[in-house]
Protein backbone atom coordinates (compact mmCIF):
# COMPACT_ATOMS: atom_id res chain seq x y z
CA UNK A 1 0.00 0.00 0.00
CA UNK A 2 3.12 2.28 1.05
CA UNK A 3 4.81 1.37 -2.48
CA UNK A 4 1.32 2.63 -4.36
CA UNK A 5 1.63 6.15 -2.17
CA UNK A 6 4.81 6.38 -3.50
CA UNK A 7 4.14 5.69 -6.98
CA UNK A 8 1.43 8.01 -7.38
CA UNK A 9 3.42 11.11 -5.61
CA UNK A 10 5.95 10.33 -7.88
CA UNK A 11 3.76 10.20 -11.33
CA UNK A 12 2.07 13.85 -9.32
CA UNK A 13 5.27 15.41 -9.40
CA UNK A 14 6.63 14.10 -13.11
CA UNK A 15 3.28 15.63 -14.41
CA UNK A 16 3.45 19.08 -12.23
CA UNK A 17 7.48 19.18 -13.66
CA UNK A 18 6.01 17.94 -17.19
CA UNK A 19 3.60 21.15 -16.61
CA UNK A 20 5.96 23.38 -15.62
CA UNK A 21 8.59 22.49 -18.80
CA UNK A 22 5.60 22.79 -21.51
CA UNK A 23 4.30 26.40 -19.85
CA UNK A 24 8.39 27.37 -19.76
CA UNK A 25 8.65 26.38 -23.68
CA UNK A 26 5.43 27.99 -24.63
CA UNK A 27 6.40 31.22 -23.00
CA UNK A 28 10.22 31.07 -24.77
CA UNK A 29 8.62 30.39 -27.84
CA UNK A 30 6.13 33.66 -27.52
CA UNK A 31 9.16 35.56 -26.53
CA UNK A 32 11.10 34.80 -29.74
CA UNK A 33 7.83 35.11 -31.91
CA UNK A 34 7.63 38.78 -30.32
CA UNK A 35 10.34 40.56 -32.30
CA UNK A 36 9.49 38.56 -35.24
CA UNK A 37 6.27 40.21 -35.14
CA UNK A 38 7.39 43.53 -34.39
CA UNK A 39 9.64 43.67 -37.16
CA UNK A 40 6.58 42.64 -39.34
CA UNK A 41 4.92 45.06 -38.33
CA UNK A 42 7.54 47.88 -38.57
CA UNK A 43 8.03 46.58 -41.88
CA UNK A 44 4.43 46.24 -43.21
CA UNK A 45 4.61 50.45 -41.63
CA UNK A 46 7.27 51.13 -43.44
CA UNK A 47 5.89 49.50 -46.52
CA UNK A 48 2.65 51.68 -46.22
CA UNK A 49 4.83 54.84 -45.67
CA UNK A 50 6.77 54.45 -48.80
CA UNK A 51 3.57 53.72 -50.99
CA UNK A 52 1.76 56.81 -49.60
CA UNK A 53 4.79 58.70 -50.21
CA UNK A 54 5.33 57.73 -53.36
CA UNK A 55 1.36 58.01 -54.45
CA UNK A 56 1.77 61.67 -52.77
CA UNK A 57 4.38 62.01 -55.19
CA UNK A 58 2.95 60.67 -58.47
CA UNK A 59 0.13 63.09 -57.48
CA UNK A 60 2.09 65.80 -57.48
CA UNK A 61 3.35 64.91 -60.78
CA UNK A 62 0.47 63.88 -62.27
CA UNK A 63 -1.35 67.36 -61.24
CA UNK A 64 1.53 68.99 -62.66
CA UNK A 65 1.24 67.76 -65.77
CA UNK A 66 -2.82 68.15 -66.06
CA UNK A 67 -2.00 71.63 -65.17
CA UNK A 68 0.58 71.89 -68.42
CA UNK A 69 -1.99 70.59 -70.30
CA UNK A 70 -5.26 72.98 -68.84
CA UNK A 71 -2.68 76.06 -69.48
CA UNK A 72 -1.62 74.87 -72.76
CA UNK A 73 -5.57 74.37 -74.14
CA UNK A 74 -6.14 77.66 -72.59
CA UNK A 75 -3.01 79.60 -74.50
CA UNK A 76 -4.25 77.94 -77.81
CA UNK A 77 -7.52 78.90 -78.29
CA UNK A 78 -7.12 82.40 -78.94
CA UNK A 79 -4.48 83.05 -75.95
CA UNK A 80 -7.56 82.82 -73.30
CA UNK A 81 -5.22 83.10 -70.74
CA UNK A 82 -3.90 86.36 -68.44
CA UNK A 83 -0.67 88.28 -70.03
CA UNK A 84 2.62 86.51 -69.99
CA UNK A 85 5.96 86.75 -70.55
CA UNK A 86 7.08 83.26 -69.42
CA UNK A 87 5.31 79.59 -69.07
CA UNK A 88 4.49 78.93 -65.58
CA UNK A 89 7.59 77.01 -64.00
CA UNK A 90 5.09 74.10 -63.36
CA UNK A 91 4.42 73.84 -67.10
CA UNK A 92 8.37 73.05 -67.74
CA UNK A 93 8.09 69.07 -67.58
CA UNK A 94 4.91 69.11 -69.74
CA UNK A 95 6.46 71.47 -72.73
CA UNK A 96 9.88 70.12 -71.84
CA UNK A 97 8.38 66.16 -72.80
CA UNK A 98 6.57 67.36 -75.75
CA UNK A 99 9.35 69.23 -77.47
CA UNK A 100 12.50 66.72 -76.79
CA UNK A 101 9.91 63.65 -76.19
CA UNK A 102 8.84 63.47 -79.79
CA UNK A 103 5.26 64.58 -79.79
CA UNK A 104 6.45 67.56 -81.45
CA UNK A 105 8.01 65.68 -83.98
CA UNK A 106 4.93 63.38 -84.44
CA UNK A 107 2.68 66.41 -85.03
CA UNK A 108 4.95 67.68 -87.48
CA UNK A 109 5.04 64.39 -89.36
CA UNK A 110 1.25 64.47 -89.20
CA UNK A 111 1.35 68.31 -90.46
CA UNK A 112 3.72 67.84 -93.22
CA UNK A 113 1.95 64.63 -94.54
CA UNK A 114 -0.92 66.56 -95.01
CA UNK A 115 0.98 68.95 -96.56
CA UNK A 116 2.83 66.71 -99.11
CA UNK A 117 -0.80 65.60 -100.09
CA UNK A 118 -1.87 68.30 -101.04
CA UNK A 119 1.11 69.34 -102.80
CA UNK A 120 0.60 65.67 -104.54
CA UNK A 121 -2.53 67.14 -106.03
CA UNK A 122 -1.45 70.27 -107.45
CA UNK A 123 -0.42 70.54 -111.48
CA UNK A 124 2.21 72.65 -112.08
CA UNK A 125 2.44 75.40 -114.55
CA UNK A 126 4.48 74.26 -117.53
CA UNK A 127 4.64 77.49 -119.29
CA UNK A 128 7.38 79.57 -117.99
CA UNK A 129 6.48 83.38 -119.83
CA UNK A 130 6.11 86.21 -117.56
CA UNK A 131 2.61 86.21 -118.31
CA UNK A 132 2.27 82.95 -116.69
CA UNK A 133 2.53 82.43 -112.98
CA UNK A 134 5.07 80.17 -111.35
CA UNK A 135 4.32 77.91 -108.63
CA UNK A 136 5.85 79.02 -105.81
CA UNK A 137 6.42 77.57 -101.97
CA UNK A 138 7.11 79.84 -99.20
CA UNK A 139 9.08 77.65 -96.06
CA UNK A 140 9.90 79.75 -92.63
CA UNK A 141 13.13 79.49 -91.64
CA UNK A 142 13.55 79.60 -87.87
CA UNK A 143 11.62 76.98 -86.22
CA UNK A 144 10.68 75.65 -89.38
CA UNK A 145 13.55 74.87 -91.75
CA UNK A 146 16.06 75.09 -88.73
CA UNK A 147 15.34 74.65 -85.35
CA UNK A 148 16.40 76.82 -82.25
CA UNK A 149 15.76 74.17 -79.86
CA UNK A 150 19.03 74.30 -78.25
CA UNK A 151 18.48 77.55 -77.46
CA UNK A 152 15.16 77.02 -76.11
CA UNK A 153 15.98 74.13 -74.26
CA UNK A 154 18.93 76.38 -72.29
CA UNK A 155 16.27 78.80 -71.04
CA UNK A 156 13.51 76.14 -69.93
CA UNK A 157 11.48 76.34 -72.68
CA UNK A 158 10.26 79.89 -72.37
CA UNK A 159 9.93 79.45 -67.92
CA UNK A 160 12.76 81.52 -68.47
CA UNK A 161 12.25 85.57 -70.11
CA UNK A 162 13.66 85.66 -73.64
CA UNK A 163 17.04 86.85 -74.11
CA UNK A 164 17.86 88.82 -77.25
CA UNK A 165 21.34 88.66 -77.27
CA UNK A 166 21.88 85.15 -76.34
CA UNK A 167 19.54 84.33 -78.98
CA UNK A 168 21.25 86.45 -81.60
CA UNK A 169 24.58 84.94 -80.25
CA UNK A 170 22.95 81.08 -81.02
CA UNK A 171 22.10 82.30 -84.39
CA UNK A 172 26.17 83.99 -84.84
CA UNK A 173 27.29 80.48 -84.26
CA UNK A 174 25.60 79.07 -87.55
CA UNK A 175 24.76 76.26 -85.49
CA UNK A 176 20.99 75.65 -85.86
CA UNK A 177 20.20 72.17 -86.91
CA UNK A 178 17.55 71.01 -89.73
CA UNK A 179 14.46 70.31 -88.73
CA UNK A 180 14.59 66.89 -90.49
CA UNK A 181 10.44 66.85 -91.14
CA UNK A 182 10.68 70.48 -93.16
CA UNK A 183 13.76 68.92 -94.37
CA UNK A 184 12.21 66.10 -96.24
CA UNK A 185 9.27 68.02 -97.25
CA UNK A 186 11.57 70.79 -98.95
CA UNK A 187 13.63 68.53 -100.89
CA UNK A 188 10.06 66.62 -102.34
CA UNK A 189 8.75 70.46 -103.03
CA UNK A 190 12.06 71.07 -105.07
CA UNK A 191 12.08 67.32 -106.97
CA UNK A 192 8.47 68.58 -107.73
CA UNK A 193 9.40 71.54 -109.53
CA UNK A 194 8.15 73.81 -106.70
CA UNK A 195 9.75 77.31 -107.07
CA UNK A 196 10.76 77.34 -103.63
CA UNK A 197 11.51 80.82 -101.21
CA UNK A 198 12.80 80.84 -97.38
CA UNK A 199 11.71 83.49 -95.99
CA UNK A 200 12.89 85.00 -92.17
CA UNK A 201 12.92 87.99 -89.90
CA UNK A 202 16.61 88.48 -89.41
CA UNK A 203 18.00 91.49 -90.92
CA UNK A 204 19.74 91.19 -94.04
CA UNK A 205 22.45 93.26 -93.22
CA UNK A 206 24.16 91.57 -90.47
CA UNK A 207 22.34 87.93 -90.51
CA UNK A 208 22.48 87.43 -94.78
CA UNK A 209 25.98 85.30 -95.08
CA UNK A 210 25.65 82.88 -91.80
CA UNK A 211 22.00 82.14 -92.21
CA UNK A 212 22.37 80.84 -95.92
CA UNK A 213 25.30 79.06 -94.88
CA UNK A 214 23.41 77.28 -92.08
CA UNK A 215 20.88 76.49 -94.30
CA UNK A 216 23.13 75.25 -96.79
CA UNK A 217 25.34 73.45 -94.50
CA UNK A 218 21.90 71.76 -93.37
CA UNK A 219 20.59 70.55 -96.71
CA UNK A 220 18.72 73.60 -97.67
CA UNK A 221 19.74 73.84 -101.26
CA UNK A 222 18.71 74.72 -104.30
CA UNK A 223 15.63 77.29 -103.32
CA UNK A 224 14.57 80.28 -105.00
CA UNK A 225 15.71 82.67 -103.06
CA UNK A 226 16.60 83.59 -99.02
CA UNK A 227 14.13 86.44 -98.28
CA UNK A 228 15.87 88.55 -95.15
CA UNK A 229 13.80 91.31 -93.37
CA UNK A 230 15.27 94.99 -94.48
CA UNK A 231 15.95 98.18 -92.47
CA UNK A 232 13.27 100.03 -92.07
CA UNK A 233 10.33 97.12 -92.12
CA UNK A 234 8.68 98.22 -95.84
CA UNK A 235 4.79 97.34 -96.93
CA UNK A 236 3.02 98.52 -93.79
CA UNK A 237 -0.72 99.06 -95.48
CA UNK A 238 -0.26 95.06 -96.45
CA UNK A 239 -1.07 94.67 -92.67
CA UNK A 240 -4.98 95.69 -92.95
CA UNK A 241 -5.24 94.15 -96.71
CA UNK A 242 -4.50 90.30 -95.36
CA UNK A 243 -5.47 90.70 -91.42
CA UNK A 244 -7.18 87.33 -91.62
CA UNK A 245 -3.85 85.34 -92.31
CA UNK A 246 -3.05 86.27 -88.53
CA UNK A 247 0.56 86.41 -89.79
CA UNK A 248 3.12 89.23 -89.88
CA UNK A 249 3.21 92.60 -91.86
CA UNK A 250 6.63 91.85 -92.81
CA UNK A 251 5.32 88.10 -93.94
CA UNK A 252 2.47 89.61 -96.03
CA UNK A 253 4.46 91.95 -97.84
CA UNK A 254 6.05 89.08 -99.24
CA UNK A 255 2.87 87.59 -100.29
CA UNK A 256 2.68 90.52 -102.37
CA UNK A 257 6.77 90.70 -103.97
CA UNK A 258 6.23 87.30 -104.86
CA UNK A 259 2.91 87.94 -106.84
CA UNK A 260 4.77 90.96 -108.62
CA UNK A 261 7.58 88.81 -109.55
CA UNK A 262 4.97 86.55 -111.35
CA UNK A 263 4.71 83.63 -108.68
CA UNK A 264 1.26 81.88 -107.82
CA UNK A 265 2.02 81.30 -103.99
CA UNK A 266 0.17 77.57 -103.28
CA UNK A 267 0.98 77.65 -99.52
CA UNK A 268 3.26 79.03 -96.86
CA UNK A 269 4.55 76.78 -94.29
CA UNK A 270 4.80 79.18 -90.72
CA UNK A 271 5.95 79.16 -87.31
CA UNK A 272 3.59 81.50 -85.54
CA UNK A 273 5.45 83.35 -82.91
CA UNK A 274 4.60 87.18 -82.80
CA UNK A 275 0.73 86.09 -81.12
CA UNK A 276 2.35 83.59 -78.50
CA UNK A 277 5.32 85.68 -77.07
CA UNK A 278 7.59 84.12 -78.47
CA UNK A 279 7.56 81.15 -76.31
CA UNK A 280 5.72 78.35 -77.95
CA UNK A 281 6.05 76.65 -80.98
CA UNK A 282 3.16 76.80 -83.81
CA UNK A 283 2.56 75.42 -87.01
CA UNK A 284 0.20 78.15 -89.03
CA UNK A 285 -0.67 76.44 -92.76
CA UNK A 286 -1.62 79.80 -94.73
CA UNK A 287 -3.06 79.01 -98.36
CA UNK A 288 -3.39 82.28 -100.43
CA UNK A 289 -4.80 82.97 -103.71
CA UNK A 290 -2.62 85.40 -106.13
CA UNK A 291 -4.32 88.25 -106.65
Known sequence: MLKIKIL????AGLTFLLGLLSNLVLRLQKQSQKPQKQQKLLQIKSELDSSSSSSTEMMVVDDDDMYGLSWRLAMETNNNVRPWKTIPLRCYKHVENYMIGGQYEHDMNLIVDEIMFYASQITLSTSTTTTTHQDAWVLDVDDTCISNIPYYKAKRFGCDPFDSAMFKAWINQGMCPANPVVLRLFKTLIEKGFKVFLVTGRYE???????????????FIGYQRLILRKLPPTMQCCLVMRRDLHISTFSIGIFFVLDDFGYFLEVSVWVQKNRLKGN????????????
Open 205 to 219: GTLAKITTDNLHNQG
Open 8 to 11: QAVL
Open 280 to 291: ELLIILCHHQSM
